[in-house]
């Protein structure tokens, strides 16, 4: 199973990034999806979700109404579209794909797989 995270890099507050998160070796439409971030020096920490089928998603209150998470089963890929992005954005994003748990699955212990994470750098 890989989960490939890609789509970060440097931006400056207020601008707008999107990440995606291509899958494979698992029947993706069957996966729920998940983003998480570390920021420096902190804890890894949930994002967003989305399920299986993709009619639901999740949100962190932090990044409620700037991000935006989708997916494409045709593509077996999730996206994470984030939109006036702030400094306190910063981390390294992680793609993560769970078979069962929680109806919001904003619980990392959930997640039988992750990808590799990706670096979002938000200047001020």
């Known amino acids: 199973v890989q989960l490939q995270a890609s789509g970060g890099g440097l931006v400056q507050a207020g601008g707008s990034l999107r990440l995606s998160c291509a899958v494979s070796?698992?029947?993706?439409?069957?996966?729920?999806m998940g983003w998480f971030r570390r920021p420096p020096g902190k804890e890894r920490e949930f994002v967003t979700a989305?399920?299986?089928?993709?009619?639901?998603?999740f949100y962190a209150d932090s990044v409620k109404g700037r991000f935006t998470i989708s997916r494409d089963n045709a593509k077996n890929t999730v996206y994470l579209q984030m939109n006036s992005l702030k400094p306190e954005d910063t981390a390294v994003y992680y793609c993560?794909?769970?078979?069962?748990?929680?109806?919001?699955?904003?619980?990392?212990?959930?997640?039988?797989?992750w990808g590799q994470g990706t670096l979002v750098t938000v200047s001020s």
């Open positions: 993560a794909a769970r078979r069962r748990g929680s109806y919001r699955g904003s619980w990392e212990n959930e997640y039988d797989y």
């Open positions: 070796g698992l029947t993706f439409s069957m996966y729920h």
């Open positions: 989305i399920t299986s089928g993709g009619s639901n998603t």
